[in-house]
Nanobody, 126 residues
Framework: QVQVRESGGGLVQAGGSLRLSCAVSGRAFSSYAMGWFRQAPGKEREFVTAIDRTETITYYTESVKGRFTISRDNAKNTAYLQMNSLKPEDTAVYYC???????????????????WGQGTQVTVSS
């Protein structure tokens, strides 16, 4: 397993931007697919986006398409989530996770991921 740690959360006004980082330590980062999930108060955790180990294949939930961008830097063992045009409904705890499996389609489940960070709070004010 690898260790995962998120950073970069905070408070931002609607329409603003934030970039989350996910630092991974342990075994070869490049062999893991990376994903971001979020959980809002009183709601279940939901998939946000994922990137395959190849760095070229990405998936997004419909509500963030065109606003969020996932990326990774295998040389830095870090994944990123660039969030633009933030909305109050994006408010949640955001979790980064690592999967030893290939992400082959958009039906991404948290069960595919084996290592999780502690989460970082993102709050978008209206």
């Amino acid at each position: 397993q690898v260790q995962v740690r998120e950073s970069g959360g905070g408070l931002v006004q609607a329409g603003g931007s934030l970039r989350l980082s996910c630092a991974v330590s342990g075994r070869a980062f490049s062999s893991y697919a990376m994903g971001w999930f979020r959980q809002a108060p009183g709601k279940e955790r939901e998939f946000v986006t994922a990137i395959d180990r190849t760095e070229t294949i990405t998936y997004y939930t419909e509500s963030v398409k065109g606003r969020f961008t996932i990326s990774r830097d295998n040389a830095k063992n870090t994944a990123y989530l660039q969030m633009n045009s933030l909305k109050p409904e994006d408010t949640a705890v955001y979790y980064c996770a690592a999967s030893p499996f290939r992400i082959t389609n958009s039906r991404v489940s948290g069960q595919q991921f084996r290592s999780w960070g502690q989460g970082t709070q993102v709050t978008v004010s209206s």
